[in-house]
């Protein structure tokens, strides 16, 4: 698959003071984004290969708007705790290759990006027991990303323990080569970076379904 992955979210409580952890564990916190129009804000960290964010709705109204309702977000961040997947895997084309997404998607154009630029939704964004996948055909690394106290560099792995979409989505099916999938009762996802190299874990269930190994 000619893709990587370009960041990750979970959605979270406002104000996400469960990114405190990050930041306790030496992980440098980047600047945060407010999502005007889409009603999101989040809090962002990021590594040499791919960005991870805790996200959260500030505005229902803007989440709920017609503009962005067909991307479920609103509903996604309120079923958070209630059996939907809070979590979002968004790509990005290797070097090497165009901006083609692997999976079917539509386009999104929400109103904090260039007029130039949309974000491709894959068609599963209805199905809330799936993650919320995306695709960024400008997408590229992060630039000058920090040095961590904690001496992660790289994202290497990312496992998602979900219980069983039956039948999985053909979005959902396209990406199983990038990402590891494992059964399990509930939504909890676990991020190795620098294929755990250090031996340590960073973990904050029950706080957030979110498990970090490096």
Known sequence: MSVEIDHIFIMTAPGAPVADK????????????????QGTTNRRFFFENAMFEFLWVHDIDEAGSDLVQPTYLLERWRRRDTGGSPFGLCFRPTPQTSG????????????????????????????????FLFFLPWGQPPDNPPSHDAGIRKLT???V????????????RTIDRRIR?????????????????????????????????Y
């Open 100 to 131: 083609t997404p692997p999976f079917t998607t539509w386009d999104y154009e929400p109103p904090y990006l260039p007029a130039d630029l949309d974000i491709k939704v894959a068609d599963n964004a209805a199905n809330l027991r799936e993650p």
């Open 157 to 159: 792995e990312v496992i």
């Open 22 to 37: 990050f930041v306790d564990e030496g992980i440098s916190e980047g600047a945060s984004r407010v999502h005007p129009g």
């Open 181 to 213: 999938f494992e059964n399990a009762e509930n939504h909890h996802m676990t991020l190795v970076f620098d294929e755990e190299i250090q031996g340590e874990t960073l973990e904050l269930y029950p706080t957030e379904p979110l498990t970090i190994r």
């Open 161 to 172: 323990h979900t219980p069983a979409s039956n039948p999985p989505s053909d979005a959902l």
